[in-house]
Nanobody, 124 residues
């Protein structure tokens, strides 16, 4: 069993930065592929970034490449978000994929554990 708790969301002006954190519990947390997803009102949940258990492989959605950076240690997963835009406004979730491989999946259906989400609002 894994519990995930996100933090770090908030209100930021366009062009600003935020750093999201996801604290994971459970003995196997450090072995899971982790993903960051976001969901805006009326939209599907979208994979923003993913990282393998050892951090060797990372995935970024096209809309965030060059602006967001995912990283992790044994207890947390982080996402540094820069050059934020109003269209980045959404609830951001971290999620765990327990598959024992190094394939970063981008479908929410492939992730077994989810945090409660943290709101990110980009507005002037």
């Amino acid at each position: 069993q894994v519990q995930l708790v996100e933090s770090g969301g908030g209100l930021v002006k366009p062009g600003g930065s935020l750093r999201l954190s996801c604290a994971g519990s459970g003995a196997l947390f450090s072995s899971y592929i982790m993903g960051w997803f976001r969901q805006a009102p009326g939209s599907e949940r979208e994979c923003v970034a993913g990282i393998t258990w050892n951090g060797d492989i990372k995935y970024y959605g096209d809309s965030v490449k060059g602006r967001f950076t995912i990283s992790r240690d044994n207890a947390k997963v982080f996402m540094q978000m820069g050059s934020l835009k109003p269209e980045n406004t959404a609830v951001y979730y971290c999620a765990a994929d327990t598959a024992w491989d190094t394939l970063i999946r981008t479908s929410a259906l492939d992730y077994e554990y989810w945090g409660q989400g943290t709101q990110v609002t980009v507005s002037s």
